[in-house]
């Protein structure tokens, strides 16, 4: 029997929203408190530069950046090619891909700025289809903003595009920070473990502090195609609306702590227990000039984690669908009636009979 699924009722601390996010978290917005570009470029692109570094010396390369979103990446490219005048490197193949129309449009406005040798592609990361093709793949801020269902199939597809010397690296957020919302975050474990069972080799990583924001981590990851085949990412599947709904209840947990935290702090500046109604005006007033900034922080993280568990409880009631019906399809002759009881909970029953017809 699976854990039960993290609660998305009210609580006491429901309410605040108006109290908590206040204009004293409002201006620590990242584009307003903290030099949002140079942090987030010294720190995602910091491999990115080394591994194209180290090609100074080739004839050319292929360089894919998935989720390349308005071309940030093409800056790194036009830095070492000025630095590069006079190497041996004749080409560098880059080809952006995003499954935005309006970033791939921008990125190639910002491309015709640099003179280099850039071409793109409108495409949903799940669906690219290259075979040992690019010596660099950079997933870089992309790995948080893919649907969740489908982060093995992407891992798996950019594993499968690089070529045998190739390296796939990948910047990212180690855990969810104040500002973004309906996004799920990857800590850099869990990408090494996906990563890992999928067939690639994690060569090299570095988790970064950001130098601003309290209890953001960014992480760095070099990886490289080791024994890949199509049965891992079969296998994978298998097990993977387990290991979302486990992530789910990780998250449930975090939340309760943070919350038994917060509800700690609000009595205490309360002096009594935290009313199950409405606050009165008073106490809303008291809670207002006394939460600290940390409190409020910690509120919102909350807010943020609640987000993340409503995203993927979303994702795994998919994917429990997607593999009760695999099972009908294979298993129909054997369902006792409580399997037929879970299935109708998920599909409706004309889903269930058009999938039993179609058998
Ligand atoms: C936060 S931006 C990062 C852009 C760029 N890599 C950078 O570091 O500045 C993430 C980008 O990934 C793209 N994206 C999200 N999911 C995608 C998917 N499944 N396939 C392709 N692109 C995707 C978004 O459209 C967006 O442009």
Redesign the pocket.
């Known amino acids: 029997m699976s854990p039960k699924s993290p609660s998305v009722g009210l609580s006491p601390l429901s309410d605040l929203d108006d109290i908590i996010i206040d204009d004293t978290l409002k201006d620590r917005d990242l584009k307003e408190w903290i030099n949002k570009e140079e942090e987030i470029n010294s720190k ?1 692109l910091r491999l990115l530069k080394k591994r194209v570094n180290t090609l100074a010396n080739s004839r050319e390369f292929q360089w894919m ?6 071309g ?2 093409l800056s790194v490219l036009q830095m070492f090619l000025k630095a590069n005048k006079k190497s041996k490197l004749k080409r560098i193949h880059y080809l952006g ?4 129309k309006e ?1 791939i449009e921008k990125a190639e406005e910002c491309s015709s700025n640099f003179s280099v040798d850039a071409k793109f592609l409108e ?4 669906e690219i289809n290259y075979i040992s093709r690019f010596d660099i793949i ?1 997933a ?3 790995l948080h ?3 969740a269902i ?1 982060l093995p199939n ?1 891992l798996w597809n950019l594993l499968n595009a690089l070529n045998e010397k190739g390296s796939l690296l990948i910047s990212d957020f180690n855990n969810p920070y104040e500002q973004e919302k309906e996004i799920i975050i990857w800590s850099y474990k869990e990408i090494i473990s996906i990563v890992e069972d999928l067939g690639g080799l994690v060569e090299r990583f570095e988790i970064l502090e950001s130098m601003d924001v309290p209890n953001l981590w960014f992480y760095n990851l070099c990886i490289r195609r080791y024994k890949l085949n199509p049965e891992r990412l079969d296998n994978f599947l298998d097990n993977y609306a387990e290991m979302l709904k486990n992530k789910m209840y990780k998250l449930g947990d975090e939340r309760a702590s943070l919350e038994t935290a917060l509800n700690a702090r609000m009595c205490d500046i309360l002096g009594k227990q935290i009313p199950s109604k409405k606050l009165s005006k008073t106490d809303r007033r008291l809670l207002k000039d006394n939460l600290s900034l940390e409190d409020r922080i910690a509120y919102r993280r909350k807010l943020l984690i609640q987000d993340q568990i409503n995203t993927l409880l979303n994702k795994t009631r998919k994917m429990d669908k997607y593999l009760a019906v695999k099972n009908l399809r294979s298993n129909k002759s054997n369902m006792d009636n409580d399997f037929y009881r879970e299935i109708l909970d998920i599909i409706s029953r004309d889903e269930y009979y058009s999938i039993i017809q179609s058998k």
């Open positions: 995602t950046d998935i989720g390349c979103g308005d940030r990446c891909v995003d499954k935005s970033n495409s949903d990361a799940k950079s870089i801020l992309f903003e893919v649907d489908f992407i």
